[in-house]
């Protein structure tokens, strides 16, 4: 069966104006750039693809010391997606405006992977958020340079270039907000906390702060779980992967928060 899309019209219900777990939650405008960009197989705003299918959409940027909140657009990394065990579902590269836009076949209803986003000169990123068969998913990769910001907390945290670094977040599914107050367990490595006061990992603390980011570091490589609580209430749990030669894996972990009537 065959769907078509009008890019232009379904732009704002592909892409939610907050973040989705990203290392930062800012508002990021630019979205109407992505009515913009070519993809094979596009005449005009059009899609033309085969139900049941899944289109990933988003902006690439550069955390800077000047600008960490969004970011600078980054231009031509190349994005690309994976299912679990990493078999690769699609590719392609971001514009001159850091735009992408990735659209594969839904082979299975409840699909679960990772995005990843490489260009020479900056760490490697692979996220993990909603399942990939949340097809209006947004998806904001940051990167960093390799010689960055993320050079402090890798020394703060001590972090071993043979073993698996995690930073991720916590937050309301419905409100897109960090959640606080949640403790983090993992299946192996370190857990640590952005601390509010020093804006840096903290492995004293012992609960997400205002801003939910959390850091497992010096973990083994290769399959994670992610255990979310708060108080003795598990409210999310995930499994990730990750990798050594400071391979970054980004994580985002939504909770559904019980809300008074």
């Known amino acids: 069966m065959t769907c078509l899309i009008l890019l232009c019209s379904c732009t704002e219900n592909l892409l939610p104006k907050d973040d989705l777990g990203s290392f930062y939650s800012p508002k990021d405008m630019g979205q109407d750039r992505l009515a913009y960009l070519e993809y094979p197989r596009i005449e005009g705003f059009v899609f033309e693809l085969e139900e049941p299918y899944v289109v990933l959409a988003g902006l690439t940027r550069e955390i800077t010391v000047q600008n960490p909140e969004p970011g600078e657009p980054l231009p031509h990394v190349y ?62 990769l940051r990167l960093v340079r390799e010689e960055s910001i993320l050079s402090l907390s890798f020394a703060v945290l001590q972090q071993n270039e043979d073993l698996g670094y995690v930073q991720g977040s916590v937050y309301d599914k419905v409100t897109e907000d960090p959640v606080a107050g949640v403790k983090i367990v993992a299946s192996s490595g370190e857990v640590a906390y952005l601390s509010d006061t020093l804006s840096l990992p903290d492995k004293t603390l012992k609960e997400t702060q205002s801003r939910g980011v959390f850091f497992v570091v010096n973990c083994n490589p290769g399959p994670l779980t992610i255990q979310a609580f708060i108080g003795t209430e598990k409210i999310a749990d995930r499994s990730v992967l990750t990798w050594p030669k400071k391979v970054i894996t980004q994580v985002g972990l939504p909770v559904n928060l019980k809300r008074k009537p």
Not at 99 to 109: D, G, K, T
Not at 110 to 137: C, H, M, N
């Open 79 to 140: 994005v690309s997606a994976f299912d679990m065990s990493q078999t690769l579902l699609a590719a392609t590269e971001s514009d001159a405006n850091g735009a992408y836009v990735l659209a594969f076949h839904l082979s299975n209803p409840y699909l679960d992977g990772y995005i990843e986003a490489k260009k020479e000169g900056f760490l490697t990123v692979r996220q993990f958020d909603r399942p990939l068969s949340e097809s209006w998913t947004n998806m904001r």
